[in-house]
């Protein structure tokens, strides 16, 4: 049974850190691109970066370029979301998912596995 849980998020005030973590089980970890979306009240999930299946591979939407990078380790199956220099905009939900493919893709239908979410909050 595959398992994506995230953590690491809460309450941080504009210019702040968070390091959200996620940890796949289930799989086959070092063979896949991982993925990171956020949520906001009343608004679509978004694409935020992903990450190939060596972790060489790394894309961002724009809005987080620069502050945001995301790794990985494969010994723990884990990626990681270090967000730097928070802005209240990044309030949202974020959603680890699992893809199928060994590549880093923004599309969300690529893929299959996805976290409960963890809650960040940013304030002004």
């Known amino acids: 049974q595959v398992q994506v849980m995230e953590s690491g998020g809460g309450l941080v005030q504009a210019g702040g850190s968070l390091r959200l973590s996620c940890t796949a089980s289930g799989l086959t970890f070092e063979h896949i691109g991982m993925g990171w979306f956020r949520q906001a009240p009343g608004k679509e999930r978004e694409w935020v970066s992903c990450?190939?299946?060596?972790?060489?591979?790394?894309i961002y939407t724009d809005s987080v370029k620069g502050r945001f990078t995301i790794s990985r380790d494969n010994a723990k199956n884990t990626v990681y979301l270090q967000m730097n220099s928070l802005k209240p905009e990044d309030t949202a939900m974020y959603y680890c998912a699992a893809s199928e493919y060994s590549y880093c893709s923004g599309s969300t239908s690529l893929y299959n596995y996805w976290g409960q979410g963890t809650q960040v909050t940013v304030s002004s």
């Open positions: 990450i190939n299946w060596s972790g060489r591979n790394t």
